[in-house]
């Protein structure tokens, strides 16, 4: 399992577009965006990840995010309003 202390924002942003399976189902959610953060936080670089899914409803919770490049990550997610892409999540990082 990937050390969420050693991520950074520059391990998403070639991932920006991929989907990530979730909790062992495949392909649930898909990567929109990397935001970088401003924070007080001893995070080198807080930031937060922008999901969406057209196959799942998701609740706020901890999930197992899996990605070939990236391995597992356990991450806290937050449903979001919707937009015009669908349901939106959020995984901060700080």
Known sequence: MTDLAELAPEHFDPLIGDRFAVNGSDGVL????????????????PF???F???THRLTQATFRLTH????????FMVPLQPDARGPLYEAVFN
């Open 30 to 45: 898909q990567l929109l965006s990397v935001e970088r953060l401003k924070s007080p936080s001893p995070r080198t670089q």
């Open 48 to 50: 937060s990840l922008i």
């Open 52 to 54: 969406t899914s057209t």
């Open 68 to 75: 070939p490049g990236l391995g597992e990550i356990d991450v």
